[in-house]
């Protein structure tokens, strides 16, 4: 009977303690957890740590064959190209052992013809930026020889005739003199050679002989891009979502934190250093006083910061990359703007409106983060159209060809009864810039889908056309 | 005497200054006279000169490898109407060191072309009608036909694919066959050479 009594009361000591231990694990972190993971699906207590050659991105591949066959990618899910590229650089931009040299335009010309690949960057990337990523030396010869870059092309004709150039769309910088390791590049290409790719003319070959273009189009896409059912990332009616935001930025409990609630749905969180607005169309911002100090911001060490910030701050979406980097003054203390944009199926996510939606936008001053803006949608589902082609950036150029030109004309207040008809076409030729692939946010109200979308470069403008139907989407927008 | 003969120098100094600053000023005045010729007769010149429609084929000399891709562009004024027709001649002998096409084209007999493609296009604003032609083995015909009334413009190229490269059969053939350690030193020796 005593063991029986003994047995019974054990059992209920243990069911106790169990009760306990559950019962503070549902009440005191459970709910923190739950926040956490379902607000953007990570451990509170793991943070992945992001390095800024993880978001250096090239906008589109272009690869020479040889001769005048090339072709054009917009992104690359089965090659790995940029990867191997970077490995590739990482040793050129290590080397001690480097002819560097400004390439003329007869050897541009003939290089065009040779067997390469080139990455295009959407905009232009510091050259000390490379040399930080690649763990170069910042006396680097290549970092004197050109401060920006916006592409890169390497040539594999042979092991003789090997080297890389760095352009910033100006001037063309070939190095040499160093073993270039192609080779797993080269069985890339050579593959992407035997399959259905898309194939690259220059604007002089496709639409002129007579002008000077070597801005790469295609002239027949072999792909169709989906359209992208999406989702805001933030839903601001959900008041566990905005707490669980809240709380990252304010760290201590939010009873203490002012709250107003706007009549259009948006949230402000407020105190006397920091102020949070997650708007109703679920983008975030967030501000925070930063002390004056005259030392200039650094760029480097700034971007590091916007990194980690963003990487405690909710996270990065996938496949997100540095757009752009604009230098800012804040009560004469210097700073950096740094522009993030994320791909969706590849291609990058753009919105029509000039505000920064659809993008992570940082300024630092002092290399503190004096504000963080926020837009991101989330994709859940795809739909590729079966019975329509897509449309080549040829295409589009050709429907819209009277449009594109009138609109030259006005934004360059060019007067028509002076200047020849044929010498107008030659120039409008002439400014066609570039073309890329984008998935596009219309931001039309109750729009829950993005399409893909050519962004025509003309004269300083860019233009964006529905991929499909080849319909203007904006009147054109400064660059 | 000698007074004279200075006399006589200045006044022929001053005559030459005259003649030189008269001679510039009418220069001057005639190039600006020049400038305000209307714009519109000199467009209507160059209009004059232009050729009414063409072709233009994005190879160097003309010769070609079995398997590239051509970029054909016929171009000519916005809204004109051209036909556009490939023939291939398949009856040729090309030789493997081929240089220039100009006697084989001379050579080659008209009833040897076969019409390949036929097509009625209309330029649109851009004034650029662009075909990608993939390459066979002969001799291509490209010819652009704009029909105006009773008179007919004619534009004619010809492009020469000679066949796929020695080197690249071998490589392809040897990939298709037994996996050997050769094959990757003749890919090496491609590569490299």
């Known amino acids: 009977m005593k063991i029986k009594e003994r047995i019974k009361s054990f059992l209920l000591a243990f069911l106790v303690f169990t009760t306990i231990y559950l019962v503070q694990q549902l009440w005191v972190e459970f709910p923190d957890e739950l926040l956490s993971s379902l607000a953007f699906g990570q451990e509170t207590d793991y943070v992945e740590e992001s390095v800024i050659s993880d978001f250096i991105q090239p906008e589109k591949y272009i690869i020479g064959f040889g001769g005048n066959n090339r072709g054009i990618m917009y992104y690359d899910e089965d090659h790995d190209l940029w990867n191997k590229g970077k490995e590739i650089l990482k040793t050129v931009f290590q080397s001690k052992s480097l002819k560097i040299e400004e390439m003329t335009n007869e050897e541009i010309e003939e290089s065009r013809k040779k067997r390469f690949i080139g990455y295009y960057f959407s905009n232009d990337i510091y050259t000390f930026v490379f040399s930080k990523i690649f763990d170069a030396d910042a006396s680097s010869p290549i970092n004197e020889s050109i401060k920006k870059v916006n592409s890169i092309y390497m040539y594999m004709d042979s092991l003789r005739d090997s080297f890389i150039v760095i352009s910033d769309g100006n001037s063309f910088i070939k190095i040499s003199g160093d073993k270039f390791r192609f080779e797993v590049i080269k069985s890339d290409i050579d593959i992407i050679s035997k399959g259905v790719f898309t194939r690259a003319y220059t604007v002089t070959d496709l639409i002129d002989p007579d002008i000077k273009n070597d801005t790469y189009i295609p002239l027949e896409v072999k792909f169709n891009s989906p359209q992208i059912h999406v989702q805001e990332e933030i839903d601001v009616s959900n008041e566990l979502v905005e707490k669980s935001i809240a709380s990252l930025f304010f760290n201590r409990d939010l009873a203490y934190i002012r709250r107003i609630e706007e009549s259009d749905g948006s949230i402000i969180y407020i105190d006397s250093q920091k102020t949070l607005k997650i708007h109703e169309n679920g983008t975030l911002e967030f501000f925070k006083s930063v002390d004056a100090n005259p030392e200039a911001g650094n760029l480097i060490m700034s971007l590091n910061n916007a990194i980690d910030f963003v990487d405690t701050h909710m996270g990065w979406p996938k496949d997100a990359y540095l757009y752009k980097v604009d230098e800012i003054e804040f009560e004469n203390n210097k700073g950096f703007r740094f522009t993030f944009r994320y791909k969706l199926k590849g291609l990058p996510v753009i919105s029509g409106e000039q505000a920064a939606k659809n993008s992570i936008e940082l300024e630092l001053v002092n290399n503190l983060v004096k504000s963080y803006r926020r837009h991101i949608l989330e994709e859940f589902g795809s739909v590729t159209p079966k019975y329509k082609n897509m449309l080549s950036a040829y295409d589009v150029i050709n429907e819209n060809y009277g449009d594109l030109k009138a609109k030259y004309i006005k934004n360059n207040n060019i007067n028509v009864d002076t200047i020849l008809t044929e010498e107008l076409d030659i120039q409008f030729k002439s400014v066609i810039e570039n073309a890329s692939l984008a998935i596009f946010d219309s931001s039309v109200e109750g729009s829950q889908y993005l399409k893909p979308v050519w962004i025509i470069d003309v004269a300083g403008y860019s233009y964006i056309f529905d991929a499909y139907d080849g319909y203007g989407e904006n009147g054109g927008n400064p660059r | ?193």
């Open chain 2, 1 to 193: 005497m000698v007074r004279g003969g200075i006399i006589m120098a200045k006044k022929f100094l001053t005559m030459v200054l005259v003649l030189v600053a008269v001679g510039i000023t009418s220069t001057i005045a005639y190039a600006g006279v020049g400038d305000t010729v209307p714009k519109q007769v000199v467009k209507v010149e160059s209009q004059k000169v232009e050729k009414e429609v063409q072709i233009n084929v994005n190879s160097e000399n003309g010769i070609q490898t079995e398997g590239d891709v051509v970029l054909i562009t016929i171009r000519g004024k916005k809204g004109v109407s051209v036909t556009f027709e490939v023939y291939l001649n398949t009856n040729v002998v090309i030789q493997e060191d081929v240089k220039t096409i100009e006697s084989l084209v001379e050579a080659a007999k008209a009833e040897d072309y076969s019409l390949l493609l036929s097509e009625v296009v209309e330029l649109e604003d851009s004034g650029i009608y662009p075909k990608e032609l993939k390459l066979k083995k002969g001799l291509y015909k490209i010819v652009a036909i704009k029909q105006d009334g009773t008179n007919s413009f004619r534009e004619v190229r010809y492009v020469l694919c000679k066949g796929i490269d020695d080197a690249a059969r071998t490589l392809d053939n040897a990939k298709n066959a037994i996996i050997s350690p050769v094959i990757e030193t003749i890919k090496k020796l491609i590569n490299n050479k």
